[in-house]
């Protein structure tokens, strides 16, 4: 199993022993009730917003921290890059909601501003540039381009999981094996 795969399954299981130091380093953020809501919302069809939005901090936590990057601030603005309080599929709700992919950056970064007012300004750039490569927004950080890609291998696994009865058995067996290996 490679190491970022295994990164991915160890996100399905965070707890103060397997996390090195990632619920640490986002203590306010993620434990809030704000963030810890978003397990409400379906993000990609069987899975939740905050499993997503763990799922895409702590690969961008690992990944940063191995490259010498600022793998605080990546695990922070990942935390918070899909902070909306909507059901992005829900048609009631407005037009508006049918440019999400464009818009949803900007909501994001304004919730998280208000969520922790000391987000910095590579913070927010992480978040409203975080759609790239889907926009061309590109992001002005390395650790912008680490989150985005997080976001996107995520998003492609959340998607196999939902729809390929084969990728998800293989995946419950794999999270399995390293639940065991603990
Ligand atoms: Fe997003
Ligand atoms: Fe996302």
Redesign the pocket.
């Given at each position: 199993m490679n190491k970022l795969y295994h990164a991915y399954l160890t996100a399905y299981e965070l707890n103060e022993q397997n996390d090195d130091g990632f619920l640490q380093t986002v203590a306010g953020i993620y434990d809030s009730p704000e963030v810890q809501s978003l397990q409400q919302y379906e993000q990609h069809l069987e899975i939740d917003r905050l499993q997503h939005i763990t799922s895409v901090s702590f690969l961008s936590y690992k990944i940063s921290k191995k490259l010498g990057l600022d793998y605080q601030a990546a695990a922070r603005a990942a935390t918070m890059?899909?902070l909306f309080y909507y059901d992005w599929r829900d048609g009631e709700t407005g037009g508006w909601h049918r440019l999400h992919g464009y818009k949803?950056?900007k909501y994001a970064a304004l919730n998280a501003k208000e969520l922790y007012p000391a987000l910095t300004k590579k913070e927010r750039d992480i978040i409203t540039h975080?759609?790239w490569p889907l926009t061309f927004n590109l992001p002005n950080s390395r650790e912008g381009f680490v989150v985005s890609l997080s976001?996107k291998y995520c998003a492609t696994r959340e998607l196999f999981y939902s729809l390929s009865k084969r990728y998800k058995a293989r995946f419950l067996r794999d999270l399995e094996e390293v639940k065991a290996c603990r």
């Open positions: 890059h899909d949803h950056p975080h759609m976001d």
